[in-house]
T-cell receptor, first 113, second 112 residues
Framework: DTGVSQDPRHKITKRGQNVTFRCDPI?????LYWYRQTLGQGPEFLTY????????KSRLLSDRFSAERPKGSFSTLEIQRTEQGDSAMYLC???????????FGSGTQLSVL | SQQGEEDPQALSIQEGENATMNCSYK?????LQWYRQNSGRGLVHLIL?????REKHSGRLRVTLDTSKKSSSLLITASRAADTASYFC????????????FGTGTRLQVFP
């Protein structure tokens, strides 16, 4: 069990560029979650997957955001045409259906200049 | 959106003192969890209390839950400098246990 891993840890991009983040959950976990956290705030739910199916998306997830989990293992979160307001820590977490505790990765810190 | 708020937003204490953080939430819940986050890192689960429980202990942690007031408290006894972190409460929703909603957090600083 290597835990939840996220890549990259840090990303600096210019406004208008596209960025993609990757999350590798704990291998036996069938649920994968994406959260966004801005400075001084708690994590805000974005979306989650059960296996490869995306079951819920927050209204925070605008049309510029897309998440995939094509084989029910790793997931990617893409942000198109980044805006300065997208600057945040993007956290990935996983757990099994029915389990209560979430296991988090260390996050990807995005800075949009 | 945030489920609830935590109080205080920030807390500074000396090593050896106790730290108490409070969490209020809005909707009925099945359980409430507390997580810790070191600066720039992910969150780590600390303790879970179910809606039918009033108090729970784990090591130096004590959690209480008052469902009538929709509030919880986390007590860290005999604090250490290594306890310096942000602490978040998180709840599911009674009719939707699929996701956790986090509070705004308490930033705890413990001075040696």
């Amino acid at each position: 069990d290597t835990g939840v891993s996220q890549d990259p840890r840090h990303k600096i991009t210019k406004r208008g560029q596209n960025v993609t983040f990757r999350c590798d959950p704990i291998s036996e976990h069938n649920r994968l979650y994406w959260y966004r956290q801005t400075l001084g705030q708690g994590p805000e739910f974005l979306t989650y997957f059960q296996n490869e199916a995306q079951l819920e998306k927050s209204r925070l997830l605008s049309d510029r955001f897309s998440a995939e989990r094509p084989k029910g293992s790793f997931s990617t979160l893409e942000i198109q045409r980044t805006e300065q307001g997208d600057s945040a820590m993007y956290l990935c977490a996983s757990r099994n259906q029915g389990a209560e505790k979430l296991f988090f990765g260390s996050g990807t810190q995005l800075s949009v200049l | 959106s945030q489920q609830g708020e935590e109080d205080p937003q920030a807390l500074s204490i000396q090593e050896g003192e106790n730290a108490t953080m409070n969490c209020s939430y809005k909707t009925s819940i099945n359980n409430l969890q507390w997580y810790r986050q070191n600066s720039g890192r992910g969150l780590v689960h600390l303790i879970l209390i179910r809606s039918n429980e009033r108090e729970k202990h784990s090591g130096r942690l004590r959690v209480t839950l008052d469902t009538s007031k929709k509030s919880s408290s986390l007590l860290i006894t005999a604090s250490r400098a290594a306890d310096t972190a942000s602490y978040f409460c998180a709840t599911d929703a009674y009719r939707n246990t699929d996701k956790l909603i986090f509070g705004t957090g308490t930033r705890l600083q413990v001075f040696p």
